[in-house]
């Protein structure tokens, strides 16, 4: 399994200023409690300056440190319980959107992203991997530029009660694939995105729950390069979505060259080699 082993010095960021580095703290699923927040603003009045940056990976940063206190702050934010790291050629925090209590949600992202982190935050990698987590097609966290990401999907089943002929599921469909006809709802399964809006607003619970779980997407990448990640076919439960990650990381370690991406190595040894050994097809 993958090798939990942490890179050296983590999360301590060279600055402009000569002998200034920002120190970044790992805050999983993005949320922190009110002691953790009052603790680092603590530690940014002591030995930063006064300000508290927050990142693109829903990460903290303390900028203004001498170097010489790095380990000073380190030892600091893992008092508060937050762990420095989220750099150099590893696993980067793990993204999620706040499907977990959002209404639109169709999965437990934060505790998705939370069992993630737990089992390989900060495994040592030929290179970085991004990973991120969103509960719907929204896609708040664009899971697609993501080097694995995972979505949550919900599916409706029509005709799992009485339908009244209220429309609310018309309405709330922006792909159009409901349509109430002579006060019965008619439906497209293949204009459906998966969002589980219609089955929450239908007032007689006339729609059930044909399938949910999570869609995965692989080999996505932001930044200088961009590319869009390959979907899975099919949908993984969400009690298999760290297994699903678990053997993506295992493959890249293997067989990845230092500083080359996921989406780099499954453009070298194939699309449908990397889907296999995360035990998925690609979605056709």
Not at 202 to 214: D, K, Q
Request: proline share 4%; hydrophobic share 35%.
């Amino acid at each position: 399994m993958t090798d939990r082993k942490k890179t050296s010095e983590p999360g301590i960021i060279r600055l402009r200023e000569k002998g200034k580095v920002a120190v970044r703290g790992k805050i999983p699923a993005g949320v922190m409690t009110a002691p953790q927040m009052a603790a680092v603003a603590r530690i940014a009045e002591e030995f930063g300056d006064g300000t508290v940056g927050l990142t693109t990976r829903l990460n903290i940063e303390i900028p203004g440190i001498d170097r010489r206190d790095a380990g000073a702050v380190a030892k600091r934010l893992r008092e508060a319980g937050i762990e420095p790291g989220s750099t150099g050629a590893a696993l980067r925090s793990v993204v999620a959107c706040k499907g977990t209590v959002c209404r639109h949600g169709c999965c437990d992202t934060q505790g998705i992203a939370r069992a993630i982190e737990e089992q390989y935050g900060g495994c040592v990698l030929p290179w970085k991997l991004k990973i991120a987590v969103t509960g719907c097609p929204n896609n708040c966290a664009r899971v697609q530029s993501n080097d694995i990401g995972i979505m949550g999907r919900r599916f409706p089943a029509f005709g799992a009660g009485e339908c009244n002929g209220c429309g609310a599921c018309e309405t709330v469909c922006r792909e159009g694939a409901v349509r109430v006809v002579d006060g019965e709802a008619r439906y497209t399964e293949e204009a459906c995105a998966g969002c589980g809006d219609c089955i929450a607003v239908c007032p007689t619970e006339a729609i059930g729950v044909a399938a949910e779980g999570l869609r995965f997407s692989i080999g996505g990448r932001s930044g200088r390069v961009v590319r869009d990640g390959v979907e899975a076919d099919g949908l993984a439960g969400e009690e298999e979505g760290a297994a699903v990650v678990g053997r993506l990381l295992d493959y890249f370690r293997e067989n990845a060259r230092p500083g080359e991406r996921l989406g780099d190595l499954m453009e070298r040894a194939g699309v449908e080699e990397v889907f296999a050994a995360a035990g998925m097809r690609p979605r056709r």
